[in-house]
């Protein structure tokens, strides 16, 4: 599910969701997930999220398994980039300049993916890509879910005018193209590395907010609630022991999912020169460049853009699982 | 109906109201215009000229008020750059070669998209099925941009079939139409093929079945009505979504487009350009919304009332 698909404003909100229903009532009535008290080692009763619940059912899907082992592999190259990488990031050599492929003719077996026109290597650029990406998708997610969550519980839970406030420019940013939205925020930012995560971190959480809101309003008319509101239970109680731990099911889901979409976006804007400063090695500013190159060297263009395909293939993939593991329905129709 | 009608009317224009809202504050909380657009080394006096000129030196309010009033009547400034032209003339003329490239790409998305999802939908597990899949997932694995410089070095590099660049006949708004829908494509097979997925499963759809009438008819005449709504409602949110992408379409295809236009504005700093073209699209969006909305109240009934 992509943003496209969930910018379908209102309707979420007014029907909700019956998938995400069973999601949420499967969940546990207000048990933490992955609570240790919580038994576990029984199969029936365990918690949805239980690690030998998802190893076994993540053990029988071959998809799952392939993305688990892209987002691991390309974690990897992220983190020992320098000692995958044969040459550093900006470590150029003019005398080999503008060569291609190791496998086409000229190619040099010293650079498997060729170089650019300055000769850094492009294999080695890419490998060090890696973190751009993933830090702005894993980041830039992670605070979208942050404050998508905080707003969405608070809003939904004590409605009233700040409901109404938080709604209301949840809908305004939903409204702007988001890719626009997201040009022109980056444009008024700045090229810089925080600012792209700060930039996807804000303009990622209308979304969760909604999601959030819409579970929250569901939540608040189930019986274990209502019962702990009429014992007395306070905000301070409710909110954390109650409410969260039912969100996890359909956010954790949805924040894979924003996580590739935050590396497509922000690739776009490297292409767009809007990005992470030109001299860091991203896969968007290596698009930038293959542009420049295009019917030239067209091997600058084609291998970032393989990298960002298979990281994403990796991530829906794990992600499609994820989403039929924890939602029992979504697997049903398959 | 009447009532939903006024409700969402009312809806879009406060939507409308906060996207000029937003967007002035936008371009102003994150500094001075006036340094963003000129050059760091200009003399003070022509600095402060400058400011004079854009009215950028009276109170934030008064400003404020001045932006939003000619706002409300269609007047979105003018250009920094192309000899002070109005932002909206530059606009108008640019739009339609983005309206053009965007509905081309969505038919591409749903010309392919649901026949394919119909036909893998209907028989889960099949061939047809797993390409559905396949193509599904592609569509969220592929980025657009990506996908137009791989056509530009397959289709009019190395076989010249098809023009690189440009807007110029038929030919020449098949590539960024296909890079643009791409992504469309995929999410619409999938929505297509869950959608006949459960659809299948149905009652009458059975009786068709058992009654032997031939499985092509059954598609296009029982399943295929019933998987309509889902699609249509998507198709105003996909335009919308096209509209964004054609931002980086344009640039790859050199198509003479709004998105292209946005690209040269930030480019060159002319942020009243930027401005305006945001708020532009912005608003296009908010009216599309409101018109799928309508039209899908008038069509299923249920909804007027929520």
Redesign the interface.
Known sequence: M????N?????MR??GDPARAVTSTAGGRGAAPNDPADGNDDATSASLFSPRRLWSSLRRDVGGLTGLSIVLAVIAAAVFAPWIAPYGPTEGDFMSARLPPAWMDGGSSAHLLGTDQLGQDVFSRIVYGARVSLLVGGLGALMAVSIGVTFGLLAGYFGGWFDSLVT?LT???L???????V???A???GRSLTNVILLFGITGSPLFVRVARGEVLRLKRLAYVEAAVGLGASAGRIIPIHLLPNLVGPLVTLATFEV?AMI?YE??LG??G?SVPPDVPSWGNM?AL??QF??IY?WL??FP?VA???T??GI??FGDWLRDAIDPRASE?? | MFRYVIRRLLESVLLMLGVLVLVFFLVRLTGDPVSLIVPMDAPTEQREAFRELMGLNAPLPVQFWEYMSRAVQGDFGNSLRRRGEANLGIILERLPATIQLALAALAFAVLVAVPLGLAGGMRPGSAVDRLARAVGLAGQTVPSFWLGMLLIVLFAVTLRWLPSFGRDGFASIILPAVALGFAGMGQLVRLTRSAVLDVRRADYVRTAHAKGMRALRVSLLHVLPNVAIPIVSVLGVQFTYLLGGSVYIEVVFAWPGLGSLLENAIRDADFPLVQAITIFISLFAISIHLLTDLAYGLLDPRLRRA
Do not use: H, Q
Request: hydrophobic share 50%; aromatic share 6%.
């Open positions: 992509t943003r496209d698909g910018a379908d404003r209102g309707r007014t029907t209301g809908n305004l940013l409204s702007i193209p988001y890719l626009v939205l040009i022109v925020v444009t008024v930012l590739s497509f690739s776009g292409f767009l809007l698009l293959g542009r295009l019917t067209p263009a084609i853009g960002i395909a298979i994403a293939l829906n993939l129709r398959e």
